[in-house]
């Protein structure tokens, strides 16, 4: 479970280029919720995630996992229970290391790091084994370093190794943008399967409507920093972008020329 209580955060406090990111936000996640978040640029939406992740802290209110209170706690204490898809596909993998060594790194999240072998051949038919699951062929490729993986492959490396720990909380942020539109269906596809496999608690970004409407099962818009539209599973069934964007327009100063919605 996910709670955000009040939250407000700011950047430039106290200078002429202050601005608040998030205002007052309060959002909660039951475990197995896969909550996609659409919006405009700058509503706020990756600074929620950085939020969450324990990348920024935060002027007020509070931030739940599992209900252990984290508002306070460091990034690098979160990863235990937070794991994060990112836009970048170089920024979830090591390019120097081999695919087979950076499984083994993410494979260990939450366990304690003694003096042992990283890679063993138990591990090894372990690590073929989930690979297979993303039709890459990548569970043949063990030794080879992930620089030197495209895009995709790298993606698809990046979203095994954040799910397959199951951790508490996942985080995807714009994790499909930079691929090409079958890369992207690739990457959307295995998103729905891990999530669905493991039951995570989910927190999408996405600018892509269509997208935000076929993953999850709730689905949420913000605009200046709060929640100015929550859907719920039911709803989400029918709804479709134009009701999206009809819902956008009446926003204050929002117009549908704004494409930052669009796929």
Known sequence: MLKLVNVTKRFFPGTINERVALDDLSLTLHEGDFVTVIGSNGAGKSTMLNVVA???LTEAGQVLIDDRDVTKMAEHKRASWVARVFQDPMAGTSPHLTIEENLA???QRGEHRGLRLAVTKA???VFREALATLELGLEDRLQ???G???GGQRQALSLLMATYAQP???LLDEHTAALDPSRAELIT???GEAVARHRLTTLMVTHNMHQAIELGNRLIMMHEGKVVLEVDEAEKKTITADRLLEEF???KGASLSDRTLLD
């Open 54 to 56: 324990g990348r920024y």
């Open 105 to 107: 790194i993410a494979f």
């Open 123 to 125: 591990k090894r038919e």
């Open 144 to 146: 080879m370093r992930v």
């Open 148 to 150: 030197m993986l495209s």
């Open 168 to 170: 508490a909380i996942l």
């Open 189 to 191: 596809r295995l998103t």
């Open 249 to 251: 327009s009446k926003i």
